[in-house]
């Protein structure tokens, strides 16, 4: 299932992700279909873009694997969003699951661990999950957006990145998303009547686990409510392959 060398390769990925700079979001995803079907799977933690994208898809009859990771730690609303679209778009949102619970994590490295060590919780339950699952997959669709925070802005439509140096796999990262301002993400929520997380109402502008996220204030980027009092923008889960090539 992973992506062998042969095919695709850098010089290709770099000229695909530039003509795609200005392409519909449909015929972006048509493209990943078309060249790698089941192998290309969606990985959402339902934010809005990763709603929008994956609508778009299923209106386009590509029935793309869609998967979020379940760290044991969202919130009830987060939770409740996943039945309703589910129901809503006749799918199943296959949910990754850390390997220990939390019960194992709190005995192994104490209670609370993300009020002490941040990085190592979300290695653990977002990390080292989405590593087993993408050495099953040629591609990973997200729905990062350059807009949501400085770490995010020099994000490619199309990124290829060496998995796997021993056996010499890739993955193929597509952000088909990247170039959408958050503005035209709630546009077409609203406009198609998609479910959404009701924490965004209350001023949660990115929702992750409950015990790091909070509501943002006006000025401040999508993601400044994320592991408030520590130096972290990311989980790990976009920074984690390193430089792609």
């Known amino acids: 299932m992973s992506l062998q060398p042969s095919e695709i390769n850098r010089d290709e990925v770099k000229r695909l992700a530039a003509e795609f700079e200005r392409a519909p979001l449909t015929e972006v995803l048509k493209w990943l279909w078309e060249k790698f079907g089941e192998r290309a799977a969606i990985g959402t933690s ?122 010499d796999l890739y993955i193929l990262k597509a952000n088909p998303m990247a170039t959408w301002r958050r503005e035209a993400v709630w546009d077409y929520i609203k406009a198609n009547g998609l479910p959404y997380n009701a924490l965004h109402d209350r001023g949660y502008r990115s929702i992750g686990c409950w015990p790091c996220t909070r509501a943002t204030d006006a000025g401040e980027n999508e993601r400044a409510g994320r592991w408030t009092g520590f130096d972290k923008a990311e989980c790990g889960i976009h920074t984690f392959l390193g430089e792609s090539i």
């Open 46 to 167: 339902f934010q809005g873009a990763g709603l929008v994208m994956i609508d778009h898809a299923l209106n386009a009859g590509l029935r793309f694997p869609v998967f979020t990771l379940d760290t044991n730690l969202l919130f009830p609303e987060t939770y409740d969003l996943k039945a309703r679209l589910e129901k809503r778009w006749g799918i199943t949102i296959e949910g990754l699951q850390p390997e220990q619970t939390l019960e194992q994590q709190t005995s192994e490295y104490g209670a609370e661990l993300w009020k002490k060590g941040p990085d190592v919780c979300c290695t653990l339950r977002k990390v080292v999950p989405l590593q087993k699952k993408l050495s099953t997959l040629a591609v990973w669709i997200t729905g990062l957006r350059r807009q949501q925070s400085d770490t995010r802005e020099g994000a490619q439509i199309l990124e290829l990145y060496h998995f796997d140096v021993l056996r």
